[in-house]
């Protein structure tokens, strides 16, 4: 969702920085282009075809230690779900206090309009609504504070300059892999679960993107199946709390081209053999073990495949 507009060195295309008036105006585009495909869809294709379409929404778990750094946590998720508000809620829109924020810092900045672009009333209305099921794609949390003078702040992995706060993580989370953001957090799933039954009710939800990147050096690799073991135990323990969640889904079945990285990060359970001119596909232990959860539809089969250490 236009993600490089949002920092210096995200790493995602087109490789384009701009936060402070492009990212925005990204984001309501964006969801114009959703909704009036939705609606194309819903008119034309569902009634014969009988899919589902959504909205997939990227989304870090923020959270601050105290009671301050809790309010500007909360704050700042509001503007880490952006582009969830206007298709979810029950009013539409961006977020009320996200939208008075930006229109203040913009008139404080001299321009003469916000550079959160307004939804009109038939905006609002054209994309409220427009959901089958609440798409979730995540990989990792954040602790926020509120940002020091010397803090570099970029969006959307260590802070906004919007609000004042910074993004850092607790020193108990894992990252044993090889990109430098992914935090081991699976609590910060089920708080996002729990979240979105929360503020827009019992709806369907499917985790449409959740991975593990590592330099594929690892056979073995049980650190992948160890991370998607404690985030599918975090799913089951929302699905028993009554939340409506249908899907998961691993990011990615195979090693992929990701973005900047290119091919030095392995995010799949397939690996691919890029020394073999037909590009084998490899099946690792973690393909192994997520076979084995869909077959059995839980989340024990793991003493097979990992030591209970890891």
């Given at each position: 969702m236009c993600a490089a507009a949002y920092g210096e060195n995200t790493g995602?295309?087109?490789?384009?920085s701009d936060p402070n008036y492009g990212a925005f105006l990204c984001a309501k585009n964006t969801l114009l282009a959703h909704a009036r495909a939705w609606r194309i869809y819903d008119v034309m294709f569902k009634p014969k075809h009988r899919g589902k379409v959504s909205i997939a929404n990227q989304i870090f778990w923020l959270e601050g230690k105290s009671e301050e750094e809790r309010k500007l946590g909360e704050l700042t998720y509001s503007l880490n779900v952006i582009y969830t508000y206007p298709v979810f809620s029950k009013n539409g829109g961006w977020p009320e206090e996200i939208e008075e924020i930006i229109a203040t810092n913009s008139k404080n900045e001299g321009f003469s309009f916000s550079r959160l672009p307004p939804f009109t009333t038939e905006e609002i209305n054209f994309v409220k609504g427009t959901y089958d099921f609440f798409g979730l794609n995540y990989y990792t949390s954040r602790v926020v504070r509120k940002a020091k003078m010397d803090d570099r702040l970029e969006w959307p992995f260590t802070g906004s300059q919007e609000l004042?706060?910074?993004?850092?993580?607790?020193a108990t989370w894992r990252n044993e892999n090889i990109v430098p953001w992914l935090y081991e957090y699976p609590i910060g799933l089920r708080r996002i679960l729990e979240w979105?039954?929360?503020?827009?009710?019992?709806?369907?939800?499917?985790?449409?993107?959740?991975?593990?990147?590592?330099?594929?050096?690892?056979?073995?690799?049980?650190?992948?199946i160890r991370y998607h073991n404690k985030h599918l135990e975090q799913v089951?323990?929302?699905?028993?709390?009554?939340?409506?969640?249908?899907?998961?889904?691993?990011?990615s079945l195979i090693d992929t081209f990701e973005w900047e990285s290119g091919n030095t990060v392995k995010f799949g359970l397939y690996k691919v053999d890029y020394d073999d001119p037909k590009?084998?596909?490899i099946p690792r232990p973690s393909a192994k073990?997520?076979?084995?959860?869909?077959?059995?539809?839980?989340?024990?089969?793991?003493?097979?495949?990992?030591?209970?250490?890891?």
């Amino acid at each position: 969702m236009c993600a490089a507009a949002y920092g210096e060195n995200t790493g995602f295309a087109p490789g384009i920085s701009d936060p402070n008036y492009g990212a925005f105006l990204c984001a309501k585009n964006t969801l114009l282009a959703h909704a009036r495909a939705w609606r194309i869809y819903d008119v034309m294709f569902k009634p014969k075809h009988r899919g589902k379409v959504s909205i997939a929404n990227q989304i870090f778990w923020l959270e601050g230690k105290s009671e301050e750094e809790r309010k500007l946590g909360e704050l700042t998720y509001s503007l880490n779900v952006i582009y969830t508000y206007p298709v979810f809620s029950k009013n539409g829109g961006w977020p009320e206090e996200i939208e008075e924020i930006i229109a203040t810092n913009s008139k404080n900045e001299g321009f003469s309009f916000s550079r959160l672009p307004p939804f009109t009333t038939e905006e609002i209305n054209f994309v409220k609504g427009t959901y089958d099921f609440f798409g979730l794609n995540y990989y990792t949390s954040r602790v926020v504070r509120k940002a020091k003078m010397d803090d570099r702040l970029e969006w959307p992995f260590t802070g906004s300059q919007e609000l004042g706060s910074f993004l850092t993580v607790d020193a108990t989370w894992r990252n044993e892999n090889i990109v430098p953001w992914l935090y081991e957090y699976p609590i910060g799933l089920r708080r996002i679960l729990e979240w979105v039954k929360k503020e827009f009710g019992d709806i369907e939800i499917i985790v449409t993107e959740i991975g593990y990147g590592d330099g594929g050096e690892d056979e073995n690799d049980y650190n992948k199946i160890r991370y998607h073991n404690k985030h599918l135990e975090q799913v089951e323990l929302a699905i028993k709390a009554g939340i409506n969640v249908t899907g998961y889904t691993v990011w990615s079945l195979i090693d992929t081209f990701e973005w900047e990285s290119g091919n030095t990060v392995k995010f799949g359970l397939y690996k691919v053999d890029y020394d073999d001119p037909k590009r084998a596909r490899i099946p690792r232990p973690s393909a192994k073990f997520y076979a084995a959860v869909i077959q059995t539809r839980s989340c024990d089969v793991l003493h097979t495949y990992i030591n209970d250490e890891l």
